[in-house]
């Protein structure tokens, strides 16, 4: 090859390789933020998208709401156990025990936050001894309950008290066992049980 063919050749290769290093780069899109706002969303896409949002709002407004009821429901119904639980007694006594205390005092934040509420206290006691001993004993039992609570600030007119003696027991039996069921005072809302107030 000749010297002058030789130099047209390394042009036209000079030329092809500057030409291939100038090429622009292929660009990549970038993918479209999803949170951005539609560039088509009209007035009736924002006020369907209000809508939706509005909605979700108020059902989670009524999912607490719900809760909130249900809570205070449960709060109302282990308050109302509270002041009818029972307690017991030892045998041949009025005296209050201190499972009765803690019992008897359990009742009292209860009835003081709730006004209207009224009590009956019935006196029991077991088969032994006679009708009329038996009677008296439960009458001083259930009086002996009055009095805790009215000594610790509760109206005594929202108390009354009965005595059924032995007439009622609560477990049939000749042994220790139903003997120590049936020597207890019960209680009994006689009003204001919808007024119940839940201690806090």
């Keep these: 090859m000749t010297t002058p063919y030789r130099g047209i050749v390394l042009a036209l290769v000079a030329t092809c390789a500057l030409s291939a290093c100038r090429k622009n780069p292929e660009t990549v899109a970038t993918p479209a933020d999803p949170n951005a706002p539609a560039e088509t969303c009209d007035a009736a896409c924002r006020q369907a998208r209000a809508d939706s949002m509005a909605r979700a709002d108020s ?13 205070r429901a449960a709060a109302i119904e282990a308050a109302k156990n509270t002041l009818i639980a029972t307690i017991l007694f030892d ?43 038996n009677d008296a004993l439960g009458q001083r039992r259930a009086a002996s309950a009055k009095r805790y609570l009215t000594d610790n600030g509760i109206d ?3 108390i009354s008290i009965v005595s059924y003696g032995e007439t009622q027991p609560l477990a049939m039996g000749a ?26």
Excluded: C
């Design 156 to 158: 005594p007119s929202r």
């Design 175 to 200: 042994d220790e066992s139903a003997w120590a069921r049936n020597r207890r005072a019960e209680f009994a809302i006689t009003a204001g049980e919808n007024s119940i107030v839940p201690p806090r």
């Design 59 to 71: 059902m989670t407004r009524a999912a607490e709401a719900a809760r909130d009821a249900a809570a």
């Design 91 to 133: 045998y041949d006594q009025s005296d209050i025990r201190g499972d009765a205390r803690s019992s008897l005092d359990a009742k009292l934040p209860i009835l003081r936050a709730s006004a209207m509420v009224q009590l009956r206290i019935a006196g029991h006691a077991d088969e032994r001894g006679s009708d009329q001993y």
